[in-house]
């Protein structure tokens, strides 16, 4: 049976920075004092090493005693904890005086008044730390007597030691406090974020901000990545029940007709009667599933952006033409002159085809609906004082009144004294869009008649250009 993965902690996270780091350091640190104990034990026996060896060539040198060692001073250099001293008298003339022929000497070899000289060595499996020196030999001129004295490295890495146990021994307690602190403080500072859950558990389905004065600094941009996400779903609930009324406050009136027909249809004996009902039944269908689509892609353009590709460079040069042209079947049936001018070969925008086209559908759908039969509608495109793209539909039906091209944009609004069906959605979708696309829409009044609505897109940078 798999083991569940066991879950993060920021405890254990927190702890395991501080603590491994402070037992690395407390390593280094004992290393460092061994160091420096060792060197100090070094330096005071290389000095007692070289008094001895001094001493040793001061007796040597006494007349008094011939050249020959007294049994106390032989005692006193053979002595060593390991178990066995190391020396040497050599004589350039007469060969070992005294002590160890094992003992290498100092190489090169030191000359007489020189200070000692101190070297490492080995004799057969002990590892040694000697000092040299020569002097004259008494009693005999012209001959140099060449003194040795070694000692094995036992009692300086005993002292260096003994020094490192006293100071673990001293800091034991400071680095046992440092630890507590470490965990007390690890334990202590998370119970800052006790506040933010207990505030968290007390809700039920409130999505207001979360960030208060008491969330620390640290975990700000968490807070403020959960309120963007309360505000992005707030959004969305708004929008949910915004299209939940628009879409009860459209669909009411059509469904209604449609079952008031239904109603006149069955209860009708004479053929045309029922035809008449059936074709009500027709257009309210139709006035439905109009009303529908575009309550759709009103709640499509007003909910925020997540697009899962990013906006690409299009031509409008290409893209407009093909639109225009499936919508000319549609404006010849409803008495409209649909066309297209463009003087452009390559005209580009940055942003979303699909939402370029559902924006174009609605004004061409709005102007053929508003402007009647026997009107005339004008698709352009071309390029604009800032070398964007400016597309422009243009009618000559009945206008607008110039107080109210200001609420165009709104929605559910109509000019009073309309006619012609619709939703009025057509607009306020055409809005929604251009926002998305950082873009401009100007509604104004054509120059006899009619409405003219322009939208002006931003310039597409030469670099994105090329990289598209």
């Known amino acids: 049976m798999k083991r569940p993965l066991r879950r993060p902690s920021l405890r254990r996270r927190l702890l395991g920075f501080l603590l491994i780091p402070v037992a690395v350091l407390l390593l ?14 070094n330096h005071v026996h290389d000095r007692d090493l070289a008094g001895d060896a001094l001493t040793l060539a001061k007796m040597m040198g006494n007349e008094q005693l011939g050249g020959e060692l007294s049994p106390q001073a032989r005692f006193l250099l053979q002595y060593d904890p390991s178990g066995e001293g190391f020396f040497s008298v050599v004589s350039r003339q007469r060969g070992l005086l005294a002590g160890n022929d094992r003992l290498p000497a100092a190489s090169p070899p030191s000359s007489i008044g020189s200070p000692p000289t101190l070297f490492d060595t ?46 673990i021994a001293t800091e034991a307690p400071l680095v046992i406090s440092v630890l507590l602190l470490v965990w007390f403080g690890v334990n202590h500072g998370l119970r800052v974020l006790d506040p933010l859950t207990e505030r968290l558990a007390r809700r039920n389905h409130e999505l207001s901000p979360i960030g208060a004065p008491d969330v620390p600094q640290e975990i700000l941009p968490l807070t403020r990545t959960i309120d963007a996400l309360f505000s992005r779903l707030r959004s969305m609930l708004a929008l949910h029940d915004r299209f939940i009324a628009d879409a009860a406050h459209q669909l009411r009136t059509p469904l209604a007709g449609l079952s008031l027909h239904v109603e006149r249809a069955l209860a009708a004996s004479d053929p045309a009667s ?18 529908t689509a575009q309550l759709l892609s009103l709640t499509r353009a007003q909910a925020p952006s997540n697009d899962t590709q990013a906006p690409a460079v ?12 499936q919508r000319v079947h549609e404006a010849l049936e409803a008495g409209v002159d649909l066309g297209y001018q463009c003087t452009e070969h ?15 559908d609605n004004l061409i759908d709005n102007a053929i609906r508003y402007a009647g039969r026997g009107s005339i509608v004008t698709v352009s495109l071309q390029r604009g004082a800032d070398d964007g793209a400016c597309l422009t539909v243009e009618d000559n039906g009945p206008g607008v009144p110039p107080e109210l091209l200001p609420r165009l944009s709104e929605r559910f609004f109509r000019a009073p004294e309309t006619h012609a069906e619709g939703s009025g959605l057509g607009l306020a979708i055409v809005q929604r869009i251009v926002e998305r696309h950082h873009a401009e829409v100007v509604y104004e009044l054509a120059e006899e008649h009619g409405l003219r609505v322009t939208v002006r897109f931003p310039p597409v940078h030469d670099d994105l250009a090329s990289a598209a």
Request: charged fraction near 20%; aromatic fraction near 2%; avoid cysteine.
């Open 274 to 291: 029922v035809h008449d009902a059936l074709a009500h039944i027709r257009d309210l269908t139709r006035r439905t599933a109009r009303t």
């Open 28 to 41: 280094l640190d004992m290393t460092l004092t061994y160091a420096v104990a060792l060197g100090y034990a």
């Open 314 to 325: 299009i031509d409008l040069a290409q893209l407009i033409p093909d639109a225009v042209g």
């Open 122 to 167: 080995h004799v057969g499996k002990h590892a040694l730390r000697a000092v040299t020196l020569t002097t004259r030999a008494p009693n005999r001129p012209g001959d140099e007597l060449v003194i040795t004295v070694a000692e094995t490295l036992h009692d300086r890495h005993m002292q260096a030691r003994n020094i490192l146990l006293l100071a």
């Open 346 to 360: 390559t005209l580009s925008i940055r942003g979303h085809a699909a939402s370029v086209l559902d924006l174009l």
